[in-house]
């Protein structure tokens, strides 16, 4: 790993420990480079922080690395290509009590990080820039992101997780190193920024904003960001990362409803209006109580397997449901609804042996044909399902 020492020496004598390591991940930014680190160096010098300018770079071939060592900069080489995996190979390589991460196209000014210092300082753990309360200059964010990518994605991400932070996408912000390192950050990608949010939110971390100017970057090329691929990366990351929305919110709803629907139309049709519904919406309602149903499960299951991973923090009131409800329950209510299942479907046999098993005329054995079905696929998906939880329940155990 090449190296410069910083031009600063360690807190309390220890050279390998500072108070701030400004950190910028870097790839083929040879125009804009040298820029940010003077910046960087000069608020160092200027504010009288014990710290170092960091640059992780991706594989540039522009003679980045050369640009930043020439100035004093520490170049740490990332091999895995990505934003995501250039940051966290940086943070592990940080020396500062606290890092303050930011582009090196030279879009965030270096020289007015006192306020992400300040709020270090009190003890916040992740200090995020606000671009929106800081202002954006004309030409610094495409029409796209400002007015639809950025707002709608921080929105999701505030009503997922309950998060504090307005700007999720932010590339200016400050944090606790070892605060930082014990969230375990893995995405590789763009969708690194909302990992980082998440992850401090969902684990209690003290988080807060401050006003943060972005300006047009500095370069000549386009930027390494792609807005539709970078932005359903991040929308996948907040669906993944929190299966109630993905699976639980989507899948009761839609079994509740095939539920009802079922209730209302197995006596007979409805009439609705001017509109009648018979046996062919009963169909479909008791594909939407199986669906919804199974949707249900997955959310139990990656909740318990993202917790077994730490991925996801552990859900405590579905562990406790879990240990209460058990196996053996799961598979008697299972076994009860295969039961049923197969009365109706005697039911339905009888209904046709009434028509000397020839053609059946009305609906009622239709409808029971459905219900049975329903009923037996339910049993049969709540006992496979419960086999699954106590293995990933062994698997936590190991």
Same mark, same amino acid.
């Given at each position: 790993?090449?190296?410069?020492?910083?031009?600063?020496?360690?807190?309390?004598?220890?050279?390998?420990?500072?108070?701030?390591?400004?950190?910028?991940?870097?790839?083929?930014?040879?125009?804009?480079?040298?820029?940010?680190?003077?910046?960087?160096?000069?608020?160092?010098?200027?504010?009288?922080?014990?710290?170092?300018?960091?640059?992780?770079?991706?594989?540039?071939?522009? %003679?980045?690395?050369?640009?930043?060592?020439?100035?004093?900069?520490?170049?740490?080489?990332?091999?895995?290509?990505?934003?995501?995996?250039?940051?966290?190979?940086?943070?592990?390589?940080?020396?500062?009590?606290?890092?303050?991460?930011?582009?090196?196209?030279?879009?965030?000014?270096?020289?007015?990080?006192?306020?992400?210092?300040?709020?270090?300082?009190?003890?916040?753990?992740?200090?995020?820039?606000?671009?929106?309360?800081?202002?954006?200059?004309? %030409?610094?964010?495409?029409?796209?992101?400002?007015?639809?990518?950025?707002?709608?994605?921080?929105?999701?991400?505030?009503?997922?997780?309950?998060?504090?932070?307005?700007?999720?996408?932010?590339?200016?912000?400050?944090?606790?190193?070892?605060?930082?390192?014990?969230?375990?950050?893995?995405?590789?990608?763009?969708?690194?920024?909302?990992?980082?949010?998440?992850?401090?939110?969902?684990?209690?971390?003290?988080?807060?904003?401050?006003?943060?100017?972005?300006?047009?970057?500095?370069?000549?090329?386009?930027?390494?960001?792609?807005?539709?691929?970078?932005?359903?990366?991040?929308?996948?990351?907040?669906?993944?990362?929190?299966?109630?929305?993905?699976?639980?919110?989507?899948?009761?709803?839609?079994?509740?409803?095939?539920?009802?629907?079922?209730?209302?139309?197995?006596?007979?049709?409805?009439?609705?209006?001017?509109?009648?519904?018979?046996?062919?919406?009963?169909?479909?309602?008791?594909?939407?109580?199986?669906?919804?149903?199974?949707?249900?499960?997955?959310?139990?299951?990656?909740?318990?397997?993202?917790?077994?991973?730490?991925?996801?923090?552990?859900?405590?009131?579905?562990?406790?449901?879990?240990?209460?409800?058990?196996?053996?329950?799961?598979?008697?209510?299972?076994?009860?609804?295969?039961?049923? %299942?197969?009365?109706?479907?005697?039911?339905?046999?009888?209904?046709?042996?009434?028509?000397?098993?020839?053609?059946?005329?009305?609906?009622?054995?239709?409808?029971?044909?459905?219900?049975?079905?329903?009923?037996?696929?339910?049993?049969?998906?709540?006992?496979?399902?419960?086999?699954?939880?106590?293995?990933?329940?062994?698997?936590?155990?190991?």
């Amino acid at each position: 790993m090449d190296s410069v020492e910083p031009l600063r020496t360690g807190v309390a004598g220890d050279p390998a420990v500072l108070e701030l390591t400004i950190l910028m991940p870097c790839l083929n930014e040879a125009e804009t480079l040298g820029t940010c680190v003077r910046k960087a160096m000069g608020y160092l010098a200027r504010s009288g922080i014990v710290g170092e300018v960091l640059v992780a770079d991706n594989g540039s071939t522009d %003679g980045s690395q050369e640009i930043a060592r020439s100035l004093g900069a520490r170049v740490v080489p990332v091999a895995e290509r990505g934003y995501g995996a250039a940051l966290i190979a940086g943070i592990a390589a940080a020396r500062g009590r606290y890092v303050i991460m930011g582009d090196s196209d030279d879009s965030y000014d270096f020289t007015a990080l006192d306020p992400f210092v300040e709020r270090l300082r009190e003890g916040y753990q992740l200090v995020m820039g606000n671009r929106f309360r800081g202002g954006i200059k004309p %030409g610094a964010m495409p029409p796209l992101h400002r007015y639809l990518g950025n707002p709608v994605l921080s929105t999701i991400g505030r009503i997922f997780f309950r998060s504090p932070v307005k700007d999720f996408h932010c590339g200016l912000r400050g944090f606790d190193r070892a605060a930082m390192l014990a969230l375990d950050l893995r995405a590789p990608g763009m969708e690194f920024a909302s990992e980082m949010v998440v992850k401090a939110t969902v684990n209690g971390l003290r988080i807060t904003e401050v006003p943060t100017t972005l300006s047009p970057d500095g370069r000549s090329r386009p930027p390494h960001l792609r807005s539709w691929r970078d932005g359903w990366r991040h929308l996948r990351f907040l669906l993944v990362f929190c299966p109630r929305w993905l699976f639980l919110v989507p899948g009761a709803a839609l079994f509740a409803a095939g539920l009802l629907a079922m209730a209302v139309l197995l006596p007979g049709p409805a009439r609705i209006g001017g509109l009648t519904f018979d046996v062919h919406t009963l169909l479909y309602a008791a594909g939407a109580t199986v669906m919804g149903f199974q949707a249900v499960q997955f959310w139990v299951f990656a909740r318990i397997y993202g917790a077994n991973q730490g991925v996801v923090p552990e859900a405590r009131r579905l562990t406790a449901a879990l240990a209460r409800f058990g196996l053996e329950p799961a598979l008697i209510v299972a076994g009860l609804l295969v039961v049923l %299942g197969f009365g109706l479907g005697a039911t339905t046999v009888v209904i046709w042996g009434g028509e000397r098993f020839g053609d059946i005329h009305g609906t009622a054995a239709m409808r029971l044909s459905i219900a049975s079905v329903t009923s037996m696929l339910l049993g049969l998906q709540l006992a496979f399902g419960a086999f699954f939880v106590a293995l990933l329940g062994m698997m936590r155990a190991r």
